[in-house]
């Protein structure tokens, strides 16, 4: 069954995610790469830049900042997220290495926090794939990162078939995984051990390895991921040393946002 949606806002949808996509957009950019008229897309543009999604710069349209409001009220709206910046800020400092946060967002992961440690001698992995200040924000297939995958193991298996559908298993490098059989196996393995793997799966030279951070329901709220170099992510460090320290520090993430929903209730 098909479910209805608004045409006007996805139109209007349609001309930011193109606008953000070029990187900025004249009108006639505009019209050639997306299938609406060239009058309509001047009233959506016309609107948007008038309630501050938009901004123009001689001809080009770019993302207003006022999408920033709206990002950081989403960050913090749930305490829970909160909770786990912490956690990952300590985590990061404790074993000089990249972690993320990361939330399921439509089928894709979106990366809500990350805590890069100044002394590490490697860029972000976002730093190997975009010039954007800050990565948080940032969208990625969840069959190739280690967040991604821990996410996908806690999620019904209908739910997994969606997504799947929806965007497929785009190959990323070499050791992508891109048939549905093997990524079925490997989240299997995830579920027993609750513990995900990615070895250079998302970019060359990269381990993750990354756990489920689950709400007091059993639901997943997300996944916490620890990222470095192949050369640094070695034998026993990769294998358990690294999974272990994660394994304790998303128990306890776990913990405080159980003991917070507790004392909401009792509120």
């Not at 996509?21 to 299938?35: N, P």
């Not at 993750?208 to 470095?228: F, Q």
């Not at 998303?250 to 909401?264: A, F, K």
Request: contains cysteine; proline residues 3%.
């Amino acid at each position: 069954m098909t479910k209805q949606t608004a045409k006007t806002t996805e139109r209007s949808l349609a001309i930011i995610n193109t606008i953000q996509e070029l990187g900025g957009a004249t009108l006639d950019e505009l019209v050639d790469e997306v299938d609406i008229s060239r009058s309509t897309i001047h009233l959506h543009l016309r609107t948007l830049l008038d309630k501050g999604y938009l901004t123009k710069e001689g001809a080009v349209y770019q993302i207003g900042l006022r999408f920033l409001n709206h990002g950081e009220y989403a960050r913090s709206q749930k305490r829970a997220y909160t909770l786990a910046k912490q956690t990952v800020t300590e985590l990061s400092d404790q074993i000089d290495e990249e972690v993320e946060f990361v939330v399921e967002n439509n089928g894709r992961g979106i990366l809500v926090h990350e805590s890069f440690h100044p002394d590490s001698h490697i860029p972000s992995k976002e730093r190997h794939l975009s010039t954007a200040p800050s990565a948080a924000g940032i969208y990625y297939d969840l069959h190739c990162v280690a967040t991604g995958k821990a996410i996908l193991a806690e999620l019904p298996a209908e739910r997994v078939e969606t997504i799947l559908d929806n965007w497929g298993l785009p190959r990323q490098t070499a050791n992508t995984i891109t048939e549905r059989a093997v990524l079925s196996q490997e989240l299997e393995q995830i579920r027993e051990r609750g513990i995900a793997f990615a070895d250079e799966e998302y970019v060359d030279g990269l381990r993750e390895v990354g756990r489920p951070v689950k709400e007091p329901d059993g639901n997943v709220l997300g996944a916490i991921a620890i990222i470095g170099p192949k050369y640094r992510f070695t034998d026993n460090r990769y294998t358990d040393e690294l999974p272990d320290i994660l394994t304790q520090y998303v128990d306890e993430l776990e913990t405080e946002i159980e003991s917070t929903y507790v004392d909401e209730l009792s509120r």
